[in-house]
């Protein structure tokens, strides 16, 4: 089983109560392991889909046909669709794109005419700073260029790639200093000059104990894809998604497993998507090494998800609170009927606890949002998330890290007043504000 084939030749034989919060979900049907053509006795890892489905890119590890042999490095494979379901005999004959070092494909232009590899053209002894990239012309895939990234700090056992479709944004994983674990997710992102920028870590939503690794991001870089080992799963390693929060590179939502039909007690990794309704990932599932599936995507659609959140993260008690923040404080931002925008006197609340959380870098806040009864539980869950969201641009604006700031809401399902006066029953359109360690 390779737990990370990008790179490396690597073979393993709350207090609040339960929190509702609204997640795109994905609904897959039966996943099958593709054919013979594409499937082998060796082992094969990282599926690519051009965009128009037409080719399939994979890597195959302790294949005899590879370049320098069963024992060499891992070499690209490509297959081209037959029908709907049935795949060519794949070829690795590109011989400016395969060694006897480890190839990979890491992502692909949505106009198919660049193509992203890790970067083994330089000589063995250069330690990795950086991917390559390769332009199709006249029918052939040119010699790979350099892509530098700087501040590129892993130790290189163990690195992996993935380069969206319109090539602003670099996932990584990788070992740096800092990290929470075993490999974490990394995003590195272009300057205003078009110029790579230091890769900086996803958080700690993210990231955990374990490794993170394989990630693969949706057509429109919204929706993160990865494996990991740290997150509760089925087996050794599952695949999960998490959602991109206020564009943010640094601020995601509670990553969803995507389920016992994708995940398995194996190693699962390696996911990626064709046109929303394919979805290609590798599992040992039933080997010993690790084969290419594909699960049709019967439906995508947004429904409502329950988390509970772990108690033990919310330990401050309200003297606590009152100790941190210096004096008794309202910790409850209130809103206009039907309405999610900050008053100014609000704002104000939170640039005075924007500057207790710089000064005490060691907690974060639980932002959740809440609505009176008026209008369909759709409309109010919607319009808390939505108060949630903008209390939390504030916090963001004023300077406080996006991996300190968690949302959600709640709806109406949460009253302070459930009758009285409109006055009372205002108290009910707020986000709660709490302090967590």
């Known amino acids: ?19 509702i919060l609204r997640a795109q979900n994905y609904t897959f049907g039966e996943p099958k392991k593709l054919d013979g053509n594409v499937n082998s006795p060796a082992e094969e890892s990282l599926p690519l889909v051009s965009t128009n489905g037409d080719k399939l ?18 070499d690209i494979w490509m297959s081209n669709r037959i029908g709907e379901n049935s795949w060519s005999v794949p070829t690795n004959l590109f011989p400016r794109l395969n060694n006897q070092r480890n190839n990979a494909v890491i992502g692909l232009s949505a106009d198919e005419f660049s193509i992203y590899l890790i970067n083994a053209y330089n000589p063995n002894t250069e330690i990795l700073h950086g991917i390559s990239k390769s332009l199709w012309i006249n ?26 479709k319109t090539d602003d ?97 194996g190693f699962d990794a390696y996911f990626s998507i064709h046109a929303e309704k394919e979805a290609f990932f590798v599992s040992t599932r039933d080997s010993e090494f690790a084969d290419i599936y594909l699960a049709p995507i019967i439906a995508v659609e947004s429904n409502k998800e329950v988390a509970s959140f772990d108690k033990s993260k919310y330990l401050l008690t309200e003297t606590e609170i009152q100790e941190l923040l210096g004096m008794p404080v309202s910790r409850s ?91 009372e029953l205002s108290k009910n359109r707020r986000v709660e504000i709490y302090f967590v360690k």
């Open 1 to 19: 089983m390779v737990r990370n084939a990008i790179i490396l030749f690597f073979v393993c034989i709350s207090f609040i109560g339960p929190v």
């Open 57 to 74: 890119y994979f890597v195959r590890t302790l294949h005899e046909l590879n370049t320098g042999g069963k024992l060499s490095g891992q």
């Open 139 to 164: 029918h052939e895939w040119s010699k790979p260029e350099e892509i530098k990234i700087p501040g590129l700090q892993s130790d290189n056992n163990f690195i992996g790639f993935y380069v969206n």
């Open 169 to 265: 944004a670099i996932l990584i994983t990788m070992n740096a200093p800092g990290t929470y674990g075993a490999e974490d997710l990394y995003v590195c992102v272009k300057d205003e000059n078009g110029r790579w920028k230091t890769p900086e870590n996803l958080g700690a939503t993210i990231n955990t104990k374990g490794f993170e690794i394989s990630p693969y991001l949706s057509d429109d870089s919204k929706l993160l894809f990865f494996a990991s080992d740290g997150h509760n799963g089925y087996g050794g390693s599952d695949i999960f998604m998490s959602r991109r929060l206020y564009d943010s590179w640094g601020l995601w939502s509670k990553p969803i497993n995507l389920g016992p039909k994708i995940n398995s007690a």
């Open 333 to 423: 931002i209130y809103f206009e009927f039907g309405a999610f925008d900050v008053a100014a006197s609000s704002r104000e609340l939170i640039y005075f606890l924007t500057n207790k959380l710089i000064a005490s870098p060691e907690y974060s806040i639980e932002l959740v949002g809440n609505t009176s009864a008026e209008g369909t539980d759709e409309f109010n869950m919607e319009l808390s998330l939505n108060r949630a969201k903008e209390v939390a641009k504030y916090f963001l604006e004023f300077g406080i890290m996006p991996d300190r700031i968690f949302t959600s809401g709640v709806g109406e399902s949460n009253p302070i007043v459930s009758e009285g006066t409109e006055e």
